[in-house]
């Protein structure tokens, strides 16, 4: 009896936050996800605020843990369905490059977004950016979002996550 061994898919990792290099980065990753047969995998990190307020902030102002992370998964939920609605995003607690780079572990590749300061001067990679490039085990691709073209498919042709697209 010969057993057929599968490989798992190959994973690419996207950085999420709600800025339009990271929307570039999803996009970009979706094509190459296409190209490869991978499953794309947008990872957004934050962190609770309550952690680093003043004692003597008014209570008022202070929301929950929960109550954060809610806002913080809708809204990542809300910008990846704009490319790709059959993509459950994750969103997880902690710095961004110790986040990016947990989920990355056994990823094909890492996709992350830069954003130019100045429209004239070229992109300078930040401290999370730099973070990753140094530290992920895997490729990492960053993605302007001047450089991104709208993708030639439809983001419903792509299912990428095993989700049902109905």
Known sequence: MTHKMTRPRPRIVVGV???PAATAALLWALGEARLRG???QPVHAWQWSGQ?????????????????YEEAREQTRGIVALSA?????????????QVLL??????????????????????AANP???ACMMGARCPVVVVSPHTVAVP??????????????G
């Open 52 to 68: 680093h307020r003043a004692s003597y902030a008014p209570m008022e102002t202070w929301r929950s843990h929960d109550e954060e």
């Open 85 to 97: 609605p059959a993509i459950e995003p994750i969103v997880a607690h902690g710095p961004p490059a």
């Open 152 to 165: 030639a498919f439809h983001a419903y042709d792509v299912s990428l996550t095993g989700a049902r697209t």
């Open 17 to 19: 936050s709600h800025s």
């Open 102 to 123: 947990n989920h990355c572990e056994d990823a094909e590749m890492l996709v992350l977004g830069i954003r130019r300061t100045d429209p004239g001067a070229p992109a």
């Open 128 to 130: 999370v950016i730099a």
């Open 38 to 40: 991978a499953i794309v």
